[in-house]
C-alpha cells in the first residue's frame, strides 16, 4: 500500500507540473509583443480579455514571422499608423482569412491604442494594423451595422511611444495608388514575443 501511495503521489505531482506548464503558455502570460523598427522598438500590450480573437490572431501573425520586411505604408499626422500587410515594395502579402470584428468590446481607439484596419466590410481584418496616434472617437463601434460596427482595439503601446511619435512625423508622398507612404520606408524588421 505504502508502494502505491508513493506512485499516486508521483503521479499527481506529474499532472501538476504538465498543468503548470500548460498554464504557462495561456495567452495572458505571452501577451506582450515588440515591433522592432528601423525607428527603434514599439512594445504592444495584447488583451486577450476583451479581444481574444483578435489578439489571438495578431499573436499567431507575429509567431510565424509574418510582419518582418512588412513597413508602415500610411501615416497620417493627427490620427494613425498603419502597417503589417506590404513589404516595402509595396507588394501585399498573403494572409490568413478574416477574422470577426470584436470592436463591441468597448476598448475604445484612444491614442497609443493598437487596432485592426480592414475595408468597408465589418468583418474584413486581417494581418494589417494601425496604432492610434490621437483619441480617435469616431472609430469606436456604436452599433453592429454598416460603419457603425467600428475597429476593433485589442491592445495599447506601453513602450516605444517616441518611437510612433517618430513615425508619425515621417515625410510622406503618393505612391500608384496608396497615399500617405512614408517617403523612407518604415520597417517591421521583425515583430517578437517578450518571453
Same mark, same amino acid.
Given at each position: 500500500?505504502?508502494y502505491l501511495r508513493v506512485?499516486y503521489s508521483?503521479?499527481?505531482?506529474?499532472?501538476?507540473?504538465?498543468f503548470?506548464a500548460?498554464?504557462?503558455?495561456?495567452?495572458?502570460?505571452?501577451?506582450?509583443?515588440e515591433?522592432?523598427t528601423n525607428?527603434?522598438?514599439?512594445?504592444v500590450?495584447?488583451?486577450?480579455?476583451?479581444?481574444?480573437?483578435?489578439?489571438?490572431?495578431f499573436?499567431?501573425?507575429?509567431?510565424?514571422g509574418?510582419?518582418a520586411?512588412? %513597413? !508602415?505604408? &500610411? /501615416?497620417?499626422p493627427g490620427?494613425?499608423?498603419?502597417g503589417?500587410?506590404l513589404t516595402?515594395k509595396?507588394v501585399?502579402k498573403?494572409?490568413?482569412?478574416?477574422?470577426?470584428?470584436?470592436?463591441?468590446?468597448?476598448?475604445?481607439?484612444?491614442k497609443?491604442?493598437?487596432?485592426?484596419?480592414?475595408?468597408?466590410d465589418?468583418?474584413?481584418?486581417?494581418a494589417?494594423?494601425?496604432?492610434?496616434?490621437?483619441?480617435n472617437v469616431?472609430?469606436n463601434h456604436?452599433?453592429?451595422?454598416?460603419n457603425?460596427?467600428?475597429?476593433c %482595439? !485589442?491592445? &495599447? /503601446?506601453i513602450g516605444?511611444?517616441?518611437?510612433?511619435?517618430?513615425i508619425?512625423k515621417?515625410p510622406?508622398r503618393?505612391l500608384?495608388?496608396y497615399e500617405n507612404?512614408?517617403t523612407?520606408p518604415v520597417v517591421?524588421?521583425?515583430a517578437?514575443?517578450?518571453?
Amino acid at each position: 500500500m505504502h508502494y502505491l501511495r508513493v506512485l499516486y503521489s508521483a503521479l499527481v505531482l506529474l499532472a501538476l507540473g504538465a498543468f503548470t506548464a500548460h498554464a504557462a503558455e495561456s495567452p495572458k502570460e505571452r501577451n506582450i509583443v515588440e515591433l522592432h523598427t528601423n525607428k527603434g522598438v514599439i512594445v504592444v500590450e495584447l488583451n486577450f480579455d476583451k479581444a481574444p480573437v483578435t489578439a489571438t490572431n495578431f499573436r499567431a501573425y507575429v509567431e510565424e514571422g509574418f510582419y518582418a520586411g512588412t %513597413v !508602415f505604408h &500610411r /501615416v497620417i499626422p493627427g490620427f494613425m499608423i498603419q502597417g503589417g500587410g506590404l513589404t516595402a515594395k509595396m507588394v501585399e502579402k498573403k494572409t490568413r482569412p478574416p477574422i470577426k470584428n470584436e470592436a463591441a468590446n468597448k476598448l475604445p481607439n484612444d491614442k497609443y491604442s493598437i487596432a485592426m484596419a480592414r475595408t468597408s466590410d465589418p468583418h474584413s481584418a486581417t494581418a494589417q494594423f494601425f496604432i492610434n496616434t490621437k483619441d480617435n472617437v469616431f472609430l469606436n463601434h456604436k452599433a453592429p451595422s454598416g460603419n457603425d460596427w467600428g475597429y476593433c %482595439v !485589442f491592445g &495599447r /503601446v506601453i513602450g516605444g511611444k517616441s518611437v510612433v511619435d517618430a513615425i508619425e512625423k515621417t515625410p510622406t508622398r503618393t505612391l500608384g495608388p496608396y497615399e500617405n507612404v512614408p517617403t523612407e520606408p518604415v520597417v517591421i524588421e521583425k515583430a517578437t514575443l517578450r518571453e
